[in-house]
């Protein structure tokens, strides 16, 4: 009960700090909040994604709620304290890292796309290291809240965050920032992984 209901402050706080707060700072700064909606056609790889992003936030916060509640129960094989303590560290850490990619970002910071707009192509500070870090620190927070209250539900959630972000960025981000920066992008992304350092790097994009 203690852990679930921890998981559930947690989610609160990266909701506040990486959604709320972060889109307060962009519209100071800029006078956007970077909100840039859902985009695609109904049933459209770029409409799934980001569906599917609101999907796996509203059931990883249906995941400690059920399991507060007493209607879902941990998958046995993951219920030890240690998992779930290394479970708290990471979703801690995935908060951190979180704002702070978000803070690296700058003005460029937005949730979504929108075509029509060109933000500056950021290679520097943590995305000098990987491009996606953002996702990567929300997929590490994600993780961590899963092992705080493994229950099918949130098993099911990080599988549909995972999807959607492979998706998000794959035929979401990628296009977009190719179609906007062309060979700045094509050099960017030949020497910095995607989600992790020196992997999903495009050696051949180029060519």
Excluded: C, K
């Excluded at 560290?89 to 995935?94: P, R, S």
């Excluded at 060109?118 to 990987?130: E, N, P, Q, S």
């Excluded at 997929?139 to 092992?147: E, N, P, Q, S, Y």
């Excluded at 098993?155 to 549909?160: M, Q, Y």
């Amino acid at each position: 009960m203690v852990i679930a209901v921890s998981a559930l402050i947690l989610y609160l706080v990266f909701a506040v700090l990486g959604f709320g707060w972060r889109s307060w700072v962009q519209s100071r700064q800029t006078g956007s909040t970077g909100f840039r909606g859902i985009h695609g056609q109904p049933g459209s790889l770029e409409w799934l994604a980001g569906v599917g992003f609101i999907v796996a936030i509203a059931v990883g916060v249906g995941a400690p709620v059920a399991q507060i509640l007493g209607v879902l129960t941990p998958v046995p094989v993951l219920q030890a304290p240690w998992i779930q303590a290394l479970g708290t560290v990471l979703a801690v850490v995935g908060i951190v890292a979180t704002v702070y990619a978000q803070l690296d970002m700058g003005e460029s910071w937005r949730i979504g796309v929108d075509p029509d707009e060109t933000t500056t192509l950021v290679r520097t500070g943590v995305f000098g290291t990987v491009r996606n870090p953002i996702f990567t620190a929300m997929l590490v927070f994600a993780a961590g809240i899963t092992l705080m209250t493994p229950n099918p539900v949130a098993l099911s959630a990080f599988v549909v965050l995972l999807a959607a972000i492979e998706l998000q960025v794959r035929v979401v981000e990628e296009p977009y920032l190719l179609s906007a920066h062309g060979q700045a992008y094509r050099d960017y992304r030949s020497v910095v992984g995607r989600f992790l350092p020196g992997i999903g790097r495009d050696e051949n994009s180029d060519r």
